[in-house]
T-cell receptor, first 115, second 114 residues
């Protein structure tokens, strides 16, 4: 069974450019998370989906970040325009249920470098 | 608000040693606790998941325990190997407004030297 798939693995852009990351969760997983991870730090939640509904986006900087999960499967995270401080690894994770008892699985992450 | 602390922040041991990584938390009303390892430049790989009703889980050379009353979990690694070198994170899953919320520790960076 395929794990959580993310693309691209690496992205280098200049500041003020847009960028998008894609995530395909494990089949059947209703809960999907996007996390941001800075070097040497633990992941920080950006947004959580239950099926296609964003149930927690309180930490998402909505002036420049947006996310969608059409049809409750794949998800896209977009940054427009990117700033130098957005350089980080963006992790996608999924869980099989509402998350109450389910195991959490992560993708390999998308490393963003903003020049 | 749940707070998760991992001690030590970094650990260096020679190959073959048994070692213990610690994870402490402030709120014991959890659904489960999960231990991950993260290699440099990689995502998080799940090691062990302990449900709230369980006391421990084992997988190969790894054993994780959970003591909710004291707010502690430990990850025991037996006969450590250089391939165990990675950052180990504990994650707590608890209820928040009808959904689960996850709180991450900052991790313990482990280096096992040959």
């Amino acid at each position: 069974e395929a794990g959580v798939v993310q693309s691209p693995r690496y992205k280098i852009i200049e500041k003020k450019q847009p960028v998008a990351f894609w995530c395909n969760p494990i089949s059947g997983h209703n809960t999907l998370y996007w996390y941001l991870q800075n070097l040497g730090q633990g992941p920080e939640l950006l947004i959580r989906y239950e099926n296609e509904e964003a149930v927690d986006d309180s930490q998402l900087p909505k002036d420049r970040f947006s996310a969608e999960r059409l049809k409750g499967v794949d998800s896209t995270l977009k940054i427009q325009p990117a700033e130098l401080g957005d350089s980080a690894v963006y992790l996608c994770a999924s869980s099989p249920s509402g998350g109450a008892t389910g195991e959490l699985f992560f993708g390999e992450g998308s490393r963003l470098t903003v020049l | 608000k749940q707070e998760v602390t991992q001690i030590p922040a970094a650990l260096s041991v020679p190959e073959g040693e048994n070692l213990v990584l610690n994870c402490s938390f402030t709120d014991s009303a959890i659904y489960n606790l999960q231990w991950f390892r993260q290699d440099p430049g990689k995502g998080l790989t799940s090691l062990l998941l302990i449900q709230s009703s369980q006391r421990e889980q084992t997988s190969g050379r790894l054993n994780a325990s959970l003591d909710k009353s004291s707010g502690r979990s430990t990850l025991y690694i037996a006969a450590s190997q250089p391939g165990d070198s990675a950052t180990y994170l504990c994650v707590l899953n608890m209820e928040d407004s009808g959904y689960s919320t996850l709180t991450f520790g900052k991790g313990t960076m482990l280096l096992v030297s040959p």
